[in-house]
């Protein structure tokens, strides 16, 4: 596996990963809201890295580096759990200052898991109610 900074080119693929992403892990959104130009929108001005095998892109992130805010985290839901999503938060833990945040909606519960087990702590509950998310730190 490959990870590198995105361009262009990736973006068609990129929006497919955070469409079917969302739409399949997404159980309290409401899905037929979710289009491809989601991905425009969610990452301006954003740096965005990905994680590649053989030119098939499995994953990317999308990083607000003034802020040392990891915004998006996605992986193609056919490699979940096979070490996609770490390799894209320690690239990311790298590329900006500690402390590192982001914020995760508390109904995410695999994702919640995910980053408590790679050494993220939850830091305040924030939201209103149905909107909850996490705010987590990385120090």
């Known amino acids: 596996m490959n990870i590198r900074e995105a361009n262009e080119l990736d973006y068609p693929e990129l929006r497919k990963i955070y469409l079917e992403s969302r739409r399949k892990s997404f159980h309290w959104a409401n899905v037929n809201e979710m289009t491809?130009?989601?991905?425009d929108r969610d990452t301006i001005e954003e740096y965005?890295?990905?994680v590649e095998d053989n030119s098939h892109i499995l994953g990317f992130a999308s990083l607000y580096l003034p802020d040392n805010f990891i915004h998006n985290l996605f992986v193609h839901p056919d490699f979940n759990g096979k070490g996609v999503g770490t390799q894209l938060v320690n690239y990311s833990i790298e590329k900006m200052s500690k402390p590192v945040r982001l914020k995760c909606v508390?109904?995410?519960?695999s994702a919640l898991i995910f980053y408590e087990?790679?050494?993220w702590k939850k830091v305040v509950e924030e939201g209103n109610p149905g909107e909850k998310y996490w705010v987590l730190v990385y120090e």
């Open 36 to 39: 491809f130009e989601d991905f």
């Open 48 to 50: 965005i890295i990905l």
């Open 106 to 109: 508390s109904e995410n519960h």
């Open 117 to 119: 087990k790679n050494g």
